[in-house]
């Protein structure tokens, strides 16, 4: 049907997709047509064959089988362009040709005629139509024919052709709901690689933007001591000493957009070599418990991003104060601790509070939706004396 819900709705055509030839291999389409014409041929070497036909009968049954032929394929046209009056405008016509043929000596013909207005209007109209107007035909067509005619082995054959229309009708539905399904399968392909190449490449942004955020965020530390210093009027050797570190970050940032870039193929080293190099460079201790194994890619960058982010918020605002950091293997996920104690006084003067202020603020909210997306959680807030950030992310 035009809704491709199957025929049980009698007052509607059946789908286009059913009527074309979209989705019928070519030898079903050769078998289609040579069962037509061999049907025809016997037809009408039935007809013609008889001794006693005269020459105006011969060409007067000839017309009749070329107009009905005729008559049936506009119908076949008309029908396929799901306009009804003239489709039955079309099937009146080769009914009437079916009554010029019995009353004219083709009774074969005009029985094959009342057969393909039975398979034709089973086959292409709405069923609240054809079942009445196929019905009422082929009474008629009973009635009025000559006695030879009628009989129940006709009736038979004309309502055992409607009968296949309609079972022929239902496997044109079902090869075309096949054939939509599959249309709808490869649309759902295609959005389905254009959403993972969109969720790809929006992954990789938000890597390299985190890896910039946190390396620059971490250089901007060290030259605003450096300026803070210069403005204090420290030595020589401190100043480059800061200004040293600054370029170890932007190197460090350079590796680390590599890494990151390699985390996303799955190629990174275990989580837990990377927080102990991580923990080493900044003086910060260490604790792995339960059994370690490996993350997925999303879930180990996703801990290794937050690592990095708090690490670098102890340097901008707690310089000096101890820090800890805890990866604890879970069932079904993991999780990430990383606390840290008082901060020793600043001695810098005022200037000094400009450490503080500097980067975005806006990494811990960064790593909050990252640990989300993933269906994890991140939380971070005071802990007693010091600052305390706990990341927990799903993990196999």
Not at 206 to 229: F, G, K, P, T, Y
Not at 261 to 280: D, M
Request: proline content about 3%.
């Amino acid at each position: 049907m035009t809704d491709g819900h199957g025929v049980d709705n009698w007052t509607e055509w059946p789908s286009r997709e059913a009527v074309d030839r979209e989705g019928r291999t070519r030898a079903r389409l050769w078998f289609a047509y040579g069962g037509r014409c061999v049907g025809l041929g016997a037809v009408l070497w039935v007809t013609f064959a008889q001794e006693h036909r005269d020459a105006a009968h011969t060409w007067a049954v000839a017309a009749i089988a070329a107009v009905g032929v005729l008559a049936f394929w506009r119908f076949l046209r008309r029908s396929r362009e799901q306009r009804l009056t003239p489709a039955l405008l079309w099937v009146a016509v080769v009914f009437v040709q079916a009554l010029f043929a019995v009353t004219n000596g083709g009774e074969a013909l005009g029985v094959l005629l009342m057969c393909v207005i039975a398979l034709g209007s089973l086959q292409r109209l709405p069923l609240i139509v054809a079942v009445p107007a196929v019905s009422l035909g082929t009474l008629l067509f009973l009635l009025l024919a000559s006695a030879s005619v009628q009989g129940y082995g006709n009736a038979a054959v004309i309502t055992g052709l409607g009968v296949l229309g309609y079972v022929t009708r239902m496997d044109w539905e079902a090869r075309a709901n096949t054939q939509r399904l599959l249309a709808q399968e490869r649309a759902a392909r295609v959005a389905e690689a254009e959403s993972a190449a969109l969720a790809e490449r929006a992954r990789i942004a938000r890597e390299i933007h985190d890896v910039l955020a946190h390396s620059l965020s971490a250089q901007l530390v060290h030259l605003e001591a450096a300026r803070v210093m210069l403005d204090a009027g420290a030595d020589r050797a401190q100043l480059r000493e800061r200004i040293v570190a600054a370029r170890r970050m932007a190197q460090d940032g350079l590796a680390e957009t590599k890494q990151a870039l390699s985390a996303l193929r799955g190629e990174f080293a275990p989580v837990s070599e990377f927080l102990k190099t991580l923990a080493e460079a900044d003086g910060a201790t260490v604790e792995i418990e339960g059994l370690a194994r490996p993350l997925g890619a999303e879930a180990g960058v996703a801990v290794r991003r937050t690592a990095q982010e708090a690490l670098t918020n102890i340097r901008k605002h707690a310089p000096g104060a101890p820090c800890a950091i805890r990866l604890s293997y879970l069932k079904g996920s993991v999780e990430l601790e990383v606390r840290n104690g008082a901060a020793a006084r600043r001695e810098d003067g005022p200037d000094g509070a400009e450490l503080t202020r500097s980067g975005s603020g806006l990494g811990l909210l960064g790593m909050r939706e990252r640990a989300e997306l993933l269906g994890g959680s991140l939380q971070a807030g005071p802990d007693g004396e010091g600052f305390k950030v706990l990341l927990r992310v799903p993990a196999a």
